[in-house]
């Protein structure tokens, strides 16, 4: 019997330093394990493209990080247009959204180049990858404004229980990635446990976060397999159960994925 594949809908594969891209996706086809790739800026949404190109079982989003919106302009949008149109491997638009943590002060045009990024997902009809820190209400209210008609996962979810109903509320996805694994984290445990598991997603936003028993050494998207192990532990199901349904949930999302 086949293995059901497992879709870590948030890898950083191309920023890994320890392992090379070939070796970590040699872990993940051991693991059966699918990956989307984000890109940050102008110029990674190129690299994103070459990345998803040259091997199977990767999938892209192109999209200008809230810290890089700076370098967003009309030209990177018609070239995001131009990646979509020539390459059905591009899947969505990400990572994208507000970032409040590291510094606050371009926040106005991080919310211009957030919305705008949204009409744009509108447009060409895909999904979006939204990176949400420590901006929670402005994040939704935004979304709830101007998201007319894309999915949207929110990517590396680290709200409350609460928020994560509000957004479910609102018909958007929680991915949760390594953090769930840590001791101390008890609030992306009780999301984890208590979310509807129809609005449940994989990811492990490596290089970074590396799930326990790693934790300290640099992340690989195969360690998707640890977050998968924690939830189920934290469910009382079977790992098989939340690979099935998360994987059921990441191709009604993104029908594309193989
Ligand atoms: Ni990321």
């Known amino acids: 019997m086949n293995k059901i594949k497992i879709i870590n809908t948030h890898s950083h594969v191309n920023m890994l330093k320890e392992r090379s891209v070939e070796e970590a996706l040699k872990n993940c086809a051991d693991e059966n394990v699918v990956i989307i790739v984000p890109s940050y800026d102008d110029k990674s949404i190129f690299e994103v493209d070459e990345l998803v190109k040259k091997y199977p079982d990767v999938y892209g989003y192109v999209g200008i990080f809230p810290e890089d919106v700076k370098c967003f302009t009309d030209k990177t949008l018609s ?3 131009e990646i979509i149109k020539s390459n059905n491997k591009i899947i969505g638009i990400g990572e994208i959204g507000l970032d409040y943590y590291w510094n606050k ?3 106005d045009l991080q919310k211009e180049v957030f919305i705008k990024q949204i009409e744009f997902a509108n447009q060409m009809n895909l999904p979006i990858n ?3 820190r420590e901006a929670y209400f402005d994040t939704l209210n935004i979304l ?3 998201n007319k008609n894309s999915k949207v996962i929110m990517h590396c979810f680290s709200g409350s229980l609460e928020f994560a109903k509000e957004c ?3 018909g958007i996805y929680i991915a949760i990635g390594g953090v769930v694994t840590f001791k101390n984290a008890v609030k992306v445990k009780e999301v984890a446990k208590n979310i509807p598991l129809d609005y449940l997603l994989l990811e492990t936003d490596d290089p970074y976060l590396t799930p326990v028993p790693y934790r300290g050494k640099e992340n690989q998207p195969s ?3 640890y977050v998968v192990r924690e939830i189920a532990n934290l469910r009382s199901i079977t790992s098989e159960e939340i690979e099935r349904v998360t994987t059921i949930n990441a191709k009604n ?3 594309q994925i193989i």
Do not use: A, G, N, Q
């Open 253 to 255: 999302i993104f029908p």
């Open 130 to 132: 939204v990176h949400c």
């Open 168 to 170: 479910i509320k609102h």
């Open 144 to 146: 709830k404004e101007h």
């Open 223 to 225: 360690y998707v397999k």
């Open 79 to 81: 070239d995001m247009e």
């Open 105 to 107: 002060s371009f926040i």
